[in-house]
């Protein structure tokens, strides 16, 4: 069965095709969203559960900011958090992410974010390095 809704990479809205331009429709969506551990999006609003069709991820990391001892990111819904570097990645097609919203949703990093972030990190022969909060994070692919 195909969804009735889709996110695209750039975090954009689609219903039956045409494009959700209402923020408070989104945020609606994005409050009812669920993340399962086979990598399935849902909107369970009430006692309805729709699956939603996402090209990537429906968090996008827009904004990286260096503060003393952490990151804070800012994401596609306005929403800031720490971003927690445990949780990074760099995939094999070499995109950028991390989790978000306690851990529960993989968001990619747009370009402009990584090169905030990666504009902290130095090489040390081996692998990029990030050092923040008297810790060490390795920047490489999984």
Not at 69 to 79: A, E, K, P
Request: one cysteine or more; proline letters at 2%; hydrophobic letters at 35%.
């Amino acid at each position: 069965m195909k969804s009735k809704i889709f996110v695209d990479k750039e975090g954009r809205w689609y219903y039956e095709g045409n494009e959700i331009i209402r923020d408070e429709i989104v945020q609606e969506f994005l409050n009812a969203l669920e993340y399962d551990e086979e990598g399935r999006y849902w909107i369970c609003l009430r006692e309805d559960k729709e699956p939603i069709e996402v090209e990537d991820t429906v968090f996008l990391v827009r904004q990286v900011e260096k503060m003393k001892d952490s990151f804070i990111i800012t994401l596609n819904d306005g929403t800031k958090e720490y971003m927690d570097l445990e949780t990074f990645w760099i995939d094999s097609r070499g995109v950028p992410y991390c989790l978000v919203k306690n851990k529960k949703f993989p968001a990619r990093l747009g370009r402009m974010a990584f090169y905030q972030l990666a504009q902290h990190a130095y090489y040390d022969g081996e692998n990029y390095i990030i050092e923040v909060g008297g810790k060490r994070y390795i920047l490489n692919r999984s």
